[in-house]
């Protein structure tokens, strides 16, 4: 199969140069201050990769494993917060506003738009959301920044005792990591996205996760793919906040049962997925990974720095490729590339936390959570 590019379909990458750390953040919510014209050719020039992976959903099935409580009914209260990034106020509204037509009562914490809010603030509307006997989950407005500083101070005995999932992505890994430490699963979706944006067929799956209806996935496969089959509990999400929770309390991926990872990110470029990468193989992520699915990789530069690439064994095609040839293609387990979830426009969620089957054939590969309809 061909690497789906979304606006070059073949790219030869001669660098290696700096990702911005706030990958966690969605681009397209966001305002910037550049020339239409100016910030158009930027984003010509930036390639994408498992954007277009097609997808079906060919069945559902309903949760009724031990965390069949943290799923939602019609009725349910849900807080509404953000641990990460500063949201603006029409992102919160779009939030709220969303989770009304979905049939829930949404309760805004105290100081989700509140500009200068401090840690303790944000540590404080989380607490409240998994200590109110009321609450039923957390839904996050936004990704951005320092969930992890969040994750450092927040009583996570709280995440053990309330049973709520939480939902979000991107910077919200961190959150991820500290709710499978805690025994708790979590949704890996859309944000105030999914209320703005997002493709129907991506929110229908999302309203459905929320309610306990699991999804079935089968995507096509790649060039990159590893054939196999794993079980394990599904870890991960953004890579490069996943090189923030490496050997801390709530590392995910130090758990006493077998784990699949599931790794995307946005904006970075080859050297910053290097970095973050080698971190993962340093601290023995990778090795210890049952399964390795690797999502959307989305604004990529590939302009050409002061690393040619021949010291890694040539130039490199793209972030599959060099993920691919550098970190992966001496593992054996099975790896899957282009599940489509993270920072383009389709976000399929995905039940973190949980026992996941990942099956990898010679055209395809396929997602099932086979607890589900326990």
Not at 25 to 40: F, S
Request: proline share 4%; with cysteine.
């Amino acid at each position: 199969m061909k690497m789906k590019f979304r606006r070059m379909l073949t790219i030869t990458v001669s660098a290696m140069l700096i990702c911005s750390m706030l990958s966690g953040c969605v681009k397209k919510e966001e305002a910037t201050t550049e020339p239409a014209d100016t910030q158009a050719a930027e984003e010509d020039h930036l390639f994408s990769e498992g954007v277009d992976t097609p997808i079906e959903v060919t069945g559902y099935n309903q949760f009724t494993g031990a965390d069949a409580s943290c799923f939602l009914k019609a009725g349910d209260k849900v807080a509404v917060i953000s641990p990460s990034s500063l949201p603006t106020r029409a992102q919160a509204d779009a939030t709220i506003d969303g989770l009304k037509k979905w049939g829930y009562v949404p309760v805004e914490g105290k100081y989700v738009c509140t500009v200068d809010r401090t840690l303790d603030n944000c540590r404080e509307d989380l607490e409240w959301a998994l200590s109110d006997p009321e609450i039923k989950a957390v839904f996050c407005v936004r990704g951005g920044y320092a969930s992890c500083e969040v994750m450092e101070v927040i009583d996570r005995k709280l995440i053990t005792e309330a049973k709520k999932t939480i939902i979000g992505f991107s910077d919200i890994t961190a959150c991820h990591s500290t709710w499978t430490r805690a025994g708790v699963s979590s949704i890996h979706a859309s944000m105030s996205a999914a209320f703005t944006d997002l493709p129907a067929e991506c929110v229908d799956v999302e309203k459905k996760m929320l309610q306990g209806e699991i999804p079935t996935y089968k995507c096509a496969g790649s060039e990159y793919d590893k054939q196999g089959t794993a079980e394990g509990i599904l870890v991960g999400g953004n890579l490069t906040i996943m090189t923030t929770v490496v050997s801390t309390e709530y590392d995910s991926t130090k758990l006493d049962q077998p784990y699949i990872l599931f790794l995307e990110d946005c904006e970075c470029d080859y050297h910053q997925v290097h970095y973050s990468m080698t971190v993962l193989k340093n601290s023995g992520v990778l090795d210890h990974a049952s399964g390795i699915i690797l999502g959307e990789w989305t604004d990529t530069d590939p302009e050409p720095g002061d690393y040619t690439g021949d010291s890694r064994g040539g130039q490199f095609r793209g972030v599959y490729d060099m993920v691919y040839r550098q970190f992966l293609k001496d593992l054996d387990v099975p790896i899957a590339y282009g599940f489509p979830a993270g920072h383009g426009e389709n976000n399929y969620p995905l039940l973190m936390g949980e026992k996941v089957r990942l099956s990898v054939t010679q055209d395809s590969f396929t997602l099932e959570w086979p607890d589900a309809g326990k």
